[in-house]
């Protein structure tokens, strides 16, 4: 995917910049769709990492939990099949406070689903954008092909962005220069366009990180998905496939401070395994295997405005929220959802597909997903990071009473399905 080195000036529908999960995932929402005269988008991706050499450098081994909605959309862009080979299906969710006697429990069987969620690598969904995204493009072209519509730029990255009336131009590190009629930034959470943009954003630290890591337990997960509330933090397993056995294999999402972070990291794996198991419990048995642990620090990030003139802020780049309940990339995939559902509708208008109408609808509608979610994953860091007695009595109490209302639980599972 390496470009020509001499100056072109190529002009594309949409440019998006950003190569990852929230770029590849915009271009293939893109890719199908048409514009009056029969002919597809033009699409160029601008990637600062060498994907075909490099691709954990974009899609490392995290692994991201799929809402149900967000599986749907993937199937209807034919991707999903190259996915579910290697996703596991959450069936039952198994929420509990440590020590305490709150306990929820939520069943795909009560929602008439076959499964919650899906859990998947990130690298996973990356090669299979990357494979569905192969068929549709060309190298550094001027021109594409009729029947190649996305065009790489990678590596490479954006140097300078300028704003005019009818179009957007971007140069990159090639000393390439690009135009189109939209920028879609999906170049993550610093965000090279929001900073070109004069966007600003919040920032709330969490004081958090989370400690990740592949596990294998001594019982098998049977599709279930723990959320263990514990005094040195919430604890997620989540379950993995493993070549179609009945898996033992969980992901480990474990939040701490900083301070308790860096001890955990600092053990060796015995002392790191008897210390999990005493804070999980004895849901799944022993960790009889533990694979690299790493951590992440966390914070809410939001940015104060979702469009600019002929720009849209994508995924990360618009927001990066607590894991505490999985939905960070399903938002951002819910967002280029809807942008392409926006963006369809004016191809079919015969309208500017930039038209900043159009993008405010954009930013309307998803504020409210947005808002919802965000509060959603922060009163439970709120809740359940904290020890003070009233708090641990409410969120037991409330636990309760999830557990046994069903209309407060459908709407709970109806929100983190994605719907």
Known sequence: M????????????????????SGTLSALGLASLTKADGSALTIAIIEANDIQQTPKLTFDSRVLALSHGSAEYLKSLNVWQDIAPHAAPIKNIHISDRGY?????????????????????????????????????????????????????????I????????????????SQQLSAKLLLACDGGQSTCREFANISSSTKPYDQCALIANVSMAKPHHHIAFERFTESGP???????????????????????PEQATNMMALDDTLFKQALELAFGSWLGQVKTLGERAIYPLSLVQANEQVYHRMALIGNASHTIHPIAGQGFNLGLRDVQQLSDIIATNLANGADIADFSALMRYANDRKADHQQV????????????????????????GLKVLNYCTPLKNRLVNKTMGY
């Open 101 to 157: 006697y709150g306990k929820a429990r939520l069943a795909a069987s009560n929602h008439h689903v076959s499964a919650l969620g899906y859990v998947v690598e990130m690298s996973i969904l990356g090669q299979a954008f990357l494979s569905k995204l192969s068929k549709l493009q060309s190298v550094g072209k001027s021109t594409p092909q009729a029947d190649q519509n996305i065009t790489w730029f990678c590596p490479d990255h």
């Open 159 to 174: 140097t300078d962005i300028s704003w005019h009336d009818d179009s957007v131009k971007v140069s990159l590190n090639s």
């Open 235 to 257: 604890i997620a397993m989540l379950p993995l496939t493993d070549n179609g056995k009945e898996s033992h294999k969980c992901s480990l999402v474990w939040t701490l401070t």
């Open 374 to 397: 965000i509060a959603l994953t922060d009163s439970l860091v709120t809740l359940f990071s904290n020890d003070l007695p009233p708090l641990v009595a409410g969120r037991n109490i």
């Open 2 to 21: 390496n470009n020509t080195t001499q100056t072109q000036h190529n002009q594309y529908d949409v440019i998006i910049a950003g190569g990852g999960l």
